[in-house]
């Protein structure tokens, strides 16, 4: 099926194709008002952003997937590599803390305090075993780092609770810090809940106490009845719509299939209160008919109009916000309009972590059979930069976000 005419109103300049759409008539040509243009031009960038919304999360998606399949597996091994060498690392340090100099200890701090942070920030996550090992270095009780860290979040909450005027007792959750923070979820949802009450209190206070001038009062109403109309339009959109395309009011085999299709368009236009597509499926309803066309008065294209404004503004922010999401933030290193070009950095990427794999996996193995000799001699070649255990350092980040 070709598809739909974008603009409900015909410019008389334009030649007008009946055969592009399903309901052919006979579209007297007539000059467009001011109204009918504004309905055109909107649709037009409505349309123009859209494709421009759903390319980047048709891109967006597929990198995902081919990160997923090519990145994450690689990635995983490297991470649980790091881990391993990190653990042998120290092993071999308390090994031989007697024999090995003051000097040589410390090299061997630096490579273990990089690599633990690393750990940390490609998996967010406080492994208890390396953070026992981060405390000892930098000679830290771990029962009191993991008490300070509590009482930061703590902090936190009390601060919010305390200046936005929330009634959460926390000793409800219990009695010391830990075991209150084990609740934190629940008590951040609180939060979020009686923040947005504040929010919506402290909003009407400052509305009442504004004297509203005569625009003002006028801009409000035309608010309130954009969305009355809003509502109003679009379940009438959908009604007609319902009547004119159902399937089981068809007796011709071809058009009844044809109207299947269209009226799962119209049901989850409605669904998704999409006003564009409704007025879409619409132009068909209204182009049946060359009469139908003076039933769409200028009060009502303004109420359109004005919904279609608000559809474009959101469509627009959501394409200027979108590397703002988090399903997407990471992946916008990679983002390329081109998405061979992103696939390329992907491929890259997978490259050098399996670089990275099998250098760490040699130096393991190093390690793991390193006598004292042997030690000192890997110490040597760190020092001279001859061979890097710090997988830290920037030649190590493959899919940084400064990639």
């Known amino acids: 099926m070709k598809p739909i005419q974008t603009n409900l109103f015909e410019d008389p300049q334009i030649k007008y194709n009946q055969n592009d759409l399903i309901l052919k008539v006979n579209i007297e040509k007539k000059i467009l008002s001011k109204k009918q243009k504004e309905f055109n031009i909107l649709t037009s960038k409505i349309e123009s952003e859209q494709k421009k919304l759903t390319q980047k999360e048709s891109n967006f998606e597929r990198i995902i997937s081919i990160y997923a399949q090519k990145v994450q597996p690689i990635k995983s091994n490297f991470i649980e590599n790091l881990k391993k060498t990190t653990l042998a690392i120290y092993a071999k340090k308390k090994e031989f803390s007697k024999e090995i100099k003051k000097n040589d200890h410390e090299i061997l701090d630096e490579i273990l305090l990089v690599n633990i942070n690393y750990y940390k920030y490609m998996t967010e996550i406080n492994d208890l075993e390396l953070n026992t090992i981060l405390c000892e270095i930098e ?52 939060i979020d809940e009686e923040s947005e009450k504040y929010e919506e209190k402290m909003n009407q206070e400052e509305e009442k106490s504004k004297k509203k001038n005569k625009k003002e009062r006028e ?63 619409e132009l068909k309803w209204i182009t049946k008919d060359s009469n139908n066309l003076t ?101 190590f980040r493959a899919d940084d976000y400064d990639f």
């Open 219 to 281: 801009i409000e109403s035309k608010i309130a009845k954009t969305k009355e109309a809003k509502t109003k339009n679009i379940s009438t959109i959908y009604k007609q719509l319902a009547k004119l395309l159902h399937p089981d009011l068809e007796q011709d085999p071809m058009l009844k299939l044809e109207k299947e299709e269209l009226m799962k368009e119209v049901i989850l236009a409605f669904k998704n209160k999409d006003l564009y597509k409704l007025l879409q499926l």
């Open 295 to 395: 039933t769409l008065t200028d009060e009502k294209l303004e109420v359109y109009n004005e919904m279609l404004r608000e559809q474009l503004n959101e469509i627009s922010t959501k394409n200027y916000q979108f590397k703002y999401n988090p399903r997407y933030s990471f992946y916008i290193q990679y983002y390329h309009h081109n998405i061979k070009s992103s696939i390329t950095k992907i491929l890259k990427v997978e490259n050098d972590y399996s670089d990275h794999n099998q250098q760490i996996e040699i130096q393991f193995k190093k390690i793991e059979n390193a006598n004292l000799k042997k030690m000192q001699e890997l110490i040597k070649l760190q020092k001279n930069g001859s061979e890097n255990f710090m997988y830290g350092d920037n030649i």
């Open 139 to 190: 000679n830290i009780n771990i029962e009191d780092k993991i008490e300070e860290e509590a009482a930061k979040k703590l902090s936190i909450l009390e601060f919010y609770i305390k200046h936005l005027n929330i009634k959460i007792d926390l000793s409800e959750y219990g009695q010391s810090k830990t075991e209150i923070l084990e609740h934190l979820e629940e008590i951040q949802h609180r």
